[in-house]
């Protein structure tokens, strides 16, 4: 009666293992199939108050659902967004134009969206054509920390060739051309009539404008942090996820509804 007590005692207690590394099994695998992704704020395309975090970040989540992911978004400063994912802190970050610099810390995904950059002015600011940066010396740029704009803006802001105001977001920016302290507002042409709709007063919309001449057509990309042991494992599968979510036409109907205005409902 003994033994059959001991060896009862010694099933329980194996049995009680078998379920102990099982959970820890579960848990572990479970959490290998979260993907961390730092992001900035950049409505419609991305933000924390948005529907589905914004256009891009919907995207980004649902093409990694397709290979069997789930996504949690940190929204920060895009500064910080940036150097946390550099860190190895997130596995990407939401969401960035190329640029040389980039590519040493970061893999890039396949393009998750593509716009045109231009100039925002008032209309009673008249702006020459211009050719080159090197035309817009005289007028005062209104430029936004952490943003891209393109290799060779910077360059000449760089050199002091074009003035440049640097604040932390594209709506300061917006406040400083109405106030009259800025002359120049580089973002998407997206981007700058979403926030004269949505941040100004409707009375306010026909003062402004855009220069037709395109600084650039820009592409944005996921970016994966090198210093993330499954960083091109999940790039790999980030860009499946995104070719599947198009052949199902599910992209397109993501950009038709940021296009009426769904994803800042």
């Known amino acids: 009666m003994k033994k059959l007590t001991l060896g009862l005692n010694l099933i329980s207690k194996l049995t009680a293992l078998v379920i102990c590394l099982y959970s820890l099994t579960a848990v572990n695998s479970q959490a290998q199939t979260v993907v961390t992704i730092s992001s900035g704020e950049y409505p419609p395309w991305t933000g924390v108050a948005l529907k589905h975090g914004g256009f891009v970040n919907h995207v980004i989540s649902e093409a990694f659902k397709?290979?069997?992911?789930?996504?949690?978004?940190?929204?920060?400063?895009?500064?910080?967004?940036?150097?946390?994912?550099?860190?190895?802190?997130?596995?990407a970050t939401s969401y960035w134009y190329k640029?040389?610099?980039?590519?040493?810390?970061?893999?890039?995904?396949?393009?998750?969206?593509?716009?045109?950059l231009v100039f925002f002015h008032l209309k009673v600011?008249?702006?020459?054509?211009?050719?080159?940066?090197?035309?817009?010396?005289?007028?005062?740029?209104?430029?936004?920390?952490?943003?891209?704009?393109?290799?060779?803006?910077?360059?000449?802001?760089?050199e002091k060739r074009i003035n440049v105001q640097m604040v932390t977001s594209d709506l300061q920016n917006f406040r400083k051309l109405i106030k009259g302290r800025i002359d120049l507002v580089p973002t998407t042409l997206f981007n700058g009539y979403n926030l004269i709709s949505n941040e100004f007063d409707p009375?306010?919309?026909?003062?402004?404008?855009?220069?037709?001449?395109?600084?650039?057509?820009?592409?944005?990309?996921?970016?994966?942090?090198?210093?993330?042991?499954?960083?091109?494992?999940?790039?790999?599968?980030?860009?499946?996820?995104?070719?599947?979510?198009?052949?199902?036409?599910?992209?397109?109907?993501?950009?038709?509804?940021?296009?009426?205005?769904?994803?800042?409902?």
């Open 66 to 91: 397709r290979q069997g992911y789930q996504v949690k978004f940190s929204y920060f400063p895009w500064k910080r967004a940036f150097e946390s994912a550099k860190k190895g802190q997130f596995a």
């Open 99 to 116: 640029s040389a610099e980039r590519a040493l810390d970061f893999y890039y995904s396949e393009p998750v969206s593509s716009e045109k």
């Open 125 to 158: 600011k008249k702006i020459a054509h211009w050719k080159s940066f090197d035309d817009l010396k005289d007028y005062q740029i209104g430029v936004t920390r952490g943003y891209t704009y393109t290799e060779e803006f910077w360059l000449a802001a760089n």
């Open 203 to 265: 009375s306010l919309a026909p003062i402004f404008t855009f220069h037709p001449k395109v600084i650039a057509e820009t592409q944005g990309h996921l970016l994966f942090s090198k210093k993330h042991p499954q960083a091109e494992k999940l790039v790999a599968a980030f860009n499946r996820g995104l070719a599947q979510l198009k052949e199902e036409g599910l992209y397109r109907k993501f950009f038709d509804d940021l296009l009426t205005g769904k994803y800042s409902n």
